[in-house]
């Protein structure tokens, strides 16, 4: 199992800056995949990047350029940059986690969720 605890939403205007952060409660190298997922409201959520096997990373295209995921091993972090926002950037954010051993296959944790609005 895995716990994930998100931080670092909040309210900041169009073209501004935000980190979010994402605290596992194990190592990350254990982890298959990690990334950040966004729902706004009455939409379905999204994928927005992602890293999976360590190495391969995938975001959403209109975030391509502007938001960047990296990882802390020893801190157990999972970070989401996110730079030059828009106000459809304003959603959720979640922290996602898939885990996969031989005897239970594929299993995915999700943290409690960040609100990031971006307004003026």
């Known amino acids: 199992q895995v716990q994930l605890v998100e931080s670092g939403g909040g309210l900041v205007q169009p073209g501004g800056s935000l980190r979010l952060s994402c605290a596992a409660s194990r190592s990350i190298n254990s982890i298959y995949a990690v990334g950040w997922y966004r729902q706004a409201p009455g939409k379905q959520r999204e994928l927005v990047a992602r890293?999976?096997?360590?190495?391969?990373?995938n975001y959403e295209d209109s975030v391509l350029g502007r938001f960047t995921i990296s990882r802390d091993y020893a801190k157990n972090t999972v970070y989401l940059q996110m730079n030059s926002l828009k106000p459809e950037d304003t959603a959720v954010y979640y922290c996602?986690?898939?885990?996969?051993?031989?005897?239970?296959?594929?299993?995915?944790?999700w943290g409690q969720g960040t609100q990031v609005t971006v307004s003026s």
């Open positions: 890293i999976t096997g360590g190495s391969d990373t």
């Open positions: 996602h986690a898939r885990v996969i051993t031989p005897l239970t296959g594929a299993n995915d944790y």
